[in-house]
């Protein structure tokens, strides 16, 4: 396959990654993304199988190699084998990632790695059982970490645990975050919390600023690593007495936004060029048909519209009523 040239945008920024949502139900009910439960109840209008590998193929001819499924909760889907077969299949795509919350961890990881899932991240906030519930409405903890154990031993390139830090819920347990990777081959990524459309309040009492940990890490002997060209946005540190390593996600950092390297569509086909923009186009009538030219040309045209970072720190959210929209 031919790759076109790159998919850039007007700050020469190159695009080779690419966050796709399957779905926006969710099975949590995480307290700082859907602590009333999914709103979605059908998962009848997402992408299909046929129109996720026109899309990924367009992608891949303008330079994407890294395609992350995310949801909601993308494993609720029970075709997720086949769209990893899919995604891997494409010439150009040299690497499949997931984004998931763990539940059908233990049972399904080994199928998945089958399918030709290359990494995946798990969402856990707390290593305490009782919190963990408290967090996620869920008890799958121990399944969930049995899972993880089973994945290290099918080899996978990359494992990564994601934790969004909650000033008033997992605050405390750092100390326990780096015990656990210590001696695991694991990254531990802690986010920080984001402002959506509907979590103001919350956002206000549970905001904690990973600057605090990075200043830690630094004063006891980490040091950053130099980040790869499809790597996520995570600031990684390493540490010679630690197997694991450390992420921080610090969207209210300054320059957070200038080596973006990801877009994102939905589970509708909607483009998402920023987690917080205002507008998405929808790109599905375009995916009826095999030709990826006109795909190709669109993604072209809406690049031109990419600003130049989220305005997240003038409380300016975008259309983003919570993260299971988009996956994050």
């Given at each position: 396959?031919?790759?076109?040239?790159?998919?850039?945008?007007?700050?020469?920024?190159a695009?080779?990654y690419?966050?796709?949502?399957?779905?926006?139900?969710?099975?949590?009910?995480?307290?700082?993304?859907?602590?009333d439960?999914?709103e979605?109840h059908?998962m009848?209008?997402?992408?299909?199988?046929?129109?996720?590998?026109?899309l990924?193929?367009?992608?891949?001819?303008?330079?994407?190699?890294?395609?992350?499924?995310?949801?909601?909760?993308?494993?609720?889907?029970?075709?997720?084998?086949?769209?990893?077969?899919?995604?891997?299949?494409?010439?150009?795509i040299?690497?499949?990632a997931?984004?998931?919350?763990?539940?059908?961890?233990?049972?399904?990881?080994?199928?998945?790695?089958?399918?030709?899932?290359?990494?995946?991240?798990?969402?856990?906030?707390?290593?305490?059982?009782?919190?963990?519930?408290l967090?996620?409405?869920?008890?799958?903890?121990?399944?969930?970490?049995?899972?993880?154990d089973?994945?290290?031993?099918?080899?996978?390139?990359?494992?990564?645990?994601?934790?969004?830090?909650?000033?008033?819920?997992?605050?405390?347990?750092l100390?326990?975050?780096?015990?656990?990777?210590?001696?695991?081959?694991?990254?531990?990524?802690?986010?920080?919390?984001?402002?959506?459309?509907?979590?103001?309040?919350?956002?206000?009492?549970?905001?904690?600023?990973?600057?605090?940990?990075?200043?830690?890490?630094?004063?006891?002997?980490?040091?950053?690593?130099?980040?790869?060209?499809?790597?996520?946005?995570?600031?990684?540190?390493?540490h010679?007495?630690?197997i694991?390593?450390?992420?921080?996600?610090?969207?209210?950092?300054?320059?957070?936004?200038?080596?973006c390297?990801?877009?994102?569509?939905?589970?509708?086909?909607?483009l998402?060029?920023?987690?917080?923009?205002?507008?998405h186009?929808?790109?599905?009538?375009?995916?009826?048909?095999?030709?990826?030219?006109?795909?190709?040309?669109?993604?072209?045209?809406?690049?031109?519209?990419?600003?130049?970072?989220?305005?997240?720190?003038?409380?300016?959210?975008?259309?983003?009523?919570?993260?299971?929209?988009?996956?994050?």
């Amino acid at each position: 396959m031919l790759v076109e040239n790159p998919l850039t945008d007007t700050f020469a920024r190159a695009f080779t990654y690419l966050r796709l949502s399957l779905t926006e139900k969710c099975n949590f009910s995480c307290s700082y993304c859907l602590p009333d439960g999914s709103e979605c109840h059908s998962m009848n209008d997402d992408l299909t199988l046929i129109e996720i590998r026109r899309l990924v193929t367009a992608f891949a001819l303008l330079g994407t190699q890294k395609i992350r499924l995310t949801g909601g909760e993308p494993s609720l889907r029970r075709d997720l084998c086949e769209i990893i077969k899919t995604c891997k299949g494409v010439t150009g795509i040299n690497s499949v990632a997931l984004t998931t919350n763990g539940f059908r961890l233990e049972k399904d990881v080994a199928t998945w790695r089958t399918a030709g899932l290359d990494s995946f991240n798990v969402s856990i906030d707390s290593l305490r059982p009782e919190m963990f519930q408290l967090i996620t409405g869920s008890g799958k903890l121990r399944s969930i970490l049995a899972g993880l154990d089973q994945a290290q031993e099918l080899g996978f390139n990359q494992l990564k645990i994601n934790t969004v830090l909650l000033r008033e819920q997992n605050a405390r347990e750092l100390d326990d975050f780096l015990a656990f990777i210590k001696t695991r081959k694991i990254t531990l990524r802690f986010i920080e919390l984001m402002r959506t459309g509907d979590n103001a309040d919350f956002f206000s009492r549970q905001h904690l600023s990973g600057a605090s940990i990075e200043q830690r890490l630094l004063s006891e002997g980490w040091a950053q690593k130099i980040r790869s060209i499809n790597a996520g946005p995570a600031k990684e540190f390493i540490h010679p007495d630690y197997i694991g390593s450390i992420g921080l996600i610090m969207p209210y950092s300054k320059n957070f936004c200038s080596d973006c390297n990801r877009l994102r569509v939905s589970s509708k086909a909607e483009l998402y060029l920023c987690l917080f923009a205002e507008q998405h186009q929808s790109l599905r009538h375009l995916l009826q048909c095999d030709d990826p030219e006109p795909v190709i040309h669109f993604l072209r045209a809406a690049l031109l519209h990419k600003t130049a970072g989220h305005e997240l720190a003038q409380l300016h959210t975008g259309s983003t009523r919570h993260l299971a929209m988009i996956g994050g």
